[in-house]
T-cell receptor, first 117, second 112 residues
Framework: EADIYQTPRYLVIGTGKKITLECSQT?????MYWYQQDPGMELHLIHY???????EKGDLSSESTVSRIRTEHFPLTLESARPSHTSQYLC????????????????FGPGTRLTVL | AQKVTQAQTEISVVEKEDVTLDCVYE???????LFWYKQPPSGELVFLIR??????QNEISGRYSWNFQKSTSSFNFTITASQVVDSAVYFC?????????FGKGITLSVRP
């Protein structure tokens, strides 16, 4: 069972505000990910991290930024929110490596539904 | 390049019917993993199963079963005797180096 947490679950905010979406996991996973998903649509990877001080951009370009100062924490920040940022943001984590018998199963948090007015 | 195709976009069934969700994948890797996730209306993604590319045995877990056929690059998911609680979006995914490639998802509606 995965232990990965996201806060807030719902956020309604005005245009131009700075926001940080929190994501924490207690499993000691090295890899963490952020996905963006519009309602009923596919998932798009926007950021990922291999470990502390490692961050990479995903397949979908995003104006958000991430940091990875601690293994368990992978926050996402929008410096100036816009209505186009309205979406659901899902955080995930997985163990590292391709050890025989192991796998890169990603475990997801409950998501943050962001609405920018 | 990796690709996952879920050709069915929406499926509607009546409770107790069996339903199969299709997944076709493309990869050049010789070692890979396949996954199914369930996303209920609450929004979180729930991990259902993973399958190693070297293991083509079918798997059954309660009302759920999975059919992996390497020859046709398919990893199909069957729900037997569907229930209203099975209503969700179901995603098939393929592992690559460090990342997962997801299909676009299938919306399953189970009517009472």
């Amino acid at each position: 069972e995965a232990d990965i947490y996201q806060t807030p679950r719902y956020l309604v905010i005005g245009t131009g505000k700075k926001i940080t979406l929190e994501c924490s996991q207690t499993m000691g996973h090295d890899k963490m990910y952020w996905y963006q998903q519009d309602p009923g649509m596919e998932l798009h990877l926007i950021h990922y991290s291999y470990g502390v001080n490692s961050t990479e951009k995903g397949d979908l370009s995003s104006e958000s930024t991430v940091s990875r100062i601690r293994t368990e924490h992978f926050p996402l920040t929008l410096e100036s929110a816009r209505p186009s940022h309205t979406s659901q943001y899902l955080c995930a984590s997985s163990r590292s490596g391709w050890v025989a018998g192991n796998t890169d199963t990603q475990y997801f948090g409950p998501g943050t539904r962001l609405t920018v007015l | 390049a990796q690709k996952v195709t879920q050709a069915q976009t929406e499926i509607s069934v009546v409770e107790k019917e069996d339903v199969t969700l299709d997944c076709v994948y493309e990869t050049r890797d010789t070692t890979y993993y396949l996954f199914w996730y369930k996303q209920p209306p609450s929004g979180e993604l729930v991990f259902l199963i993973r399958r190693n590319s070297f293991d083509e045995q079918n798997e059954i877990s309660g009302r759920y079963s999975w059919n992996f056929q390497k020859s046709t690059s398919s990893f199909n998911f069957t729900i037997t005797a569907s229930q209203v609680v099975d209503s969700a979006v179901y995603f098939c995914a393929l592992s690559g180096y460090l990342k997962l490639t997801f299909g676009k998802g299938i919306t399953l509606s189970v009517r009472p």
